[in-house]
């Protein structure tokens, strides 16, 4: 279960506003986006990449049920964006385009057609190649006969950390791994100078994209 705090707070703001991950995934976003359009993002964290899309976007509605994800999203809200503490579930309205940005495992509990109604042209959905059955996800899609197109991506984010800190890090993002999977972690570390590493992470994500063809059409 994900939850926020202020360490991993720190961590994924310093990591995400030292790279250029948030801004390479917009970049396959926006040519997709129209201005006069709407869209919702579900569990929308702390909101990098709807900042990013921002600007080709008529209005967003961000959702998250974290408190803490809530008061960074709204300490950095912009003009069109709307802030919502709920549960996702709990939407019942419709956007013209739906955001899932690592949230959402439709394809293990057949959620699908609970985001096929939030959405009436696209629904940009984002997971991380390492963390599930890539073949899994797109049969589950093949067989409801979803028409989509993909793109994989290797992207650095990459995390500056103090020492001192590398044992909560690991138990934050970790505490699945084995023993031995957190020693080749540690043995990965690049050392700065005697107090600060580098934790290289070079992500593997898949952007896929389901064209919903404009209910409103
Ligand atoms: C893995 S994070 C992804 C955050 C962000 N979208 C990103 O790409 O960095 C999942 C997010 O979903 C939120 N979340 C989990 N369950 C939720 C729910 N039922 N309704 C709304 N948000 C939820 C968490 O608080 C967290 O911010």
């Known amino acids: 279960m994900f939850n926020w705090n202020d360490k991993s707070i720190k961590w994924f703001s310093d990591s995400a506003n030292k790279t250029t ?43 998250d049920n974290n408190d803490k994800a809530i008061t960074y999203l709204n300490a950095h809200k912009l003009d069109n964006q709307q802030i919502i503490n709920i549960s996702a579930q709990e939407i019942n309205s419709s956007y013209d385009y ?35 059955d890539v073949n899994q996800v797109f049969s589950y899609f093949d067989n409801k006969n979803i028409k989509y197109s993909y793109k994989k991506m290797k992207l650095e984010f990459n995390q500056v950390l103090q020492k001192n800190e590398i044992t909560d890090f690991l138990d934050q993002y970790y505490s699945f791994a084995s023993i031995t999977k957190k020693q080749k972690l540690l043995d990965n570390l690049i050392n700065i100078d005697d107090e600060t590493v580098i934790f290289k992470n070079n992500k593997k994500i898949i952007l896929i994209i389901i064209d919903l063809g404009d209910k409103e059409l």
Request: with cysteine.
């Open 98 to 132: 739906l955001l899932l940005s690592f949230f959402s495992r439709m394809y293990i509990d057949d959620s699908y057609h609970i985001y096929q109604k939030m959405a009436k042209k696209k629904i940009f959905y984002l997971i991380n190649e390492r963390r599930c």
């Open 21 to 63: 991950f948030h801004k390479d995934i917009a970049k396959e976003i926006i040519p997709y986006l129209n201005n006069n359009d709407t869209l919702l993002s579900l569990g929308s964290g702390l909101g990098f990449l709807e900042r990013q899309l921002s600007p080709y976007i008529k209005s967003m509605t961000l959702v």
